[in-house]
């Protein structure tokens, strides 16, 4: 089996027509493949999410993360660029900044010659808020949401994201088949929360397909932390290959 | 859980990082996702030269008992400087 891949930063068009940073993985098959945009956690652009995204072409995916601070930041590391646009009051960033970009990510995806023309979203924590985001903004074919929190429910007073409308009041506007992978533990969303993004999802009959994890919090997947659920993570990633496999392939 | 909670303040004093010293004028203090830190949320300062660029920066992840003792050393330590230093 011919099984090379091509992992590379690359540049797209994000919002407003700006060109930014962006890693891409991409199986070296000729295709067609699907391809799936990767929206890093607040962290940023780092490692464990580039290991994630080379994941992804490894499993059969063209795949491409934005670097969301890239405008704040450009060429600096990606912690440093982290620290940079919160320093610069630029975090949480905009979602409408967040939906352009993403939309740069599944252009680029859509262009590449392998592409069979699919494209499908995938974040965590606050990356998972945003793979939400992007599934109910752009025309997608899969998404997974991997515990992103205040998709359901509203931020405390004086939270930073305080004012925002939570985003499932637009389930309605869900242009493709969801994913949700939770921890059972989690805080962020809790089960409640999931549960009542379930029954939203149910009520505007959009497909999805949701898995809760005994044993697990927040961040279950994160390899190098201590939040991280081999079992879970393990399953998880079936589920996520199961998904893509079912929208996104062919 | 992303807490993004953040604050920023301007400082007056020098720190040392890989390169050598810095001159330092800005921090951000949160508590929210470390970069490289085992805890799910940390402590984490950021001690910033903004005109330098985003490498000019010394950054630490405390656990966030750590960081109330350091907060609690810090205070004892100005408090018991002779009258008139700190």
Redesign the interface.
């Known amino acids: 089996m011919y099984d090379a891949v091509l992992a590379e930063t690359v540049t797209i068009t994000g919002h407003g027509g700006e060109p930014i940073e962006a890693y891409s993985a991409r199986p070296m098959a000729p295709g067609p493949v699907g391809g799936v945009v990767v929206i890093h ?4 652009y ?1 490692r464990q999410t580039k290991e994630f995204t080379r994941s992804l072409a490894v499993g059969g995916y063209n795949a491409v993360m934005p670097n969301l601070y890239h405008r ?2 450009p060429g ?2 990606p ?6 646009a ?2 610069k ?1 630029a ?2 960033i905009p979602n409408e900044r967040i939906v352009g970009d993403a939309a740069g990510g599944a252009a680029y995806l859509r262009g590449l010659p392998n592409s069979n023309g699919k494209a499908g979203v995938i974040g965590h ?2 990356g998972g808020y945003h793979a939400f985001l992007a599934a109910v903004s752009l025309p997608l074919d899969a998404a997974v949401d991997c515990y992103g ?1 205040f998709v359901v429910g509203t931020p405390p007073d004086g ?3 305080e004012g925002i409308q939570p985003l499932v009041d637009r389930t309605k506007d869900l242009s493709c088949p969801l994913l949700g992978l939770f921890g059972a533990d ?3 969303p809790s089960p409640q929360q999931v549960a009542e993004l379930e029954q939203e999802l149910k009520a505007q009959g959009k497909t999805h397909e949701f898995h809760s994890y005994p044993g697990a ?3 279950f997947l994160q390899v ?4 991280y659920r081999p079992e879970a993570a393990v399953d998880a990633w079936q589920h996520i290959f199961n998904w893509f496999g079912q929208y996104l392939a062919g | 859980m992303c807490t993004y909670l953040t604050e920023k303040l301007e400082i007056s004093g020098s720190a040392k990082g890989p390169s050598g010293w810095i001159r330092v004028s800005d921090a951000s203090v949160y508590f929210d996702h470390p970069v490289h830190a085992s805890g799910e949320h940390t402590l984490n300062i950021d001690f910033l030269n903004p005109p330098m660029g985003p490498s000019a920066r010394v950054a630490v992840e405390l656990s966030a008992e750590s960081a109330r003792a350091l907060a609690k050393a810090i205070a004892v330590v100005l408090d018991s400087a002779p009258p008139g230093l700190a």
């Open positions: 956690h607040l962290p940023g780092d704040e930041a600096a590391s912690d440093d660029a982290m620290a940079a919160r320093a009051g975090i949480p924590c606050s929190g939270h930073p994201l989690d805080v962020a919090g927040h961040a190098d932390r201590s939040a």
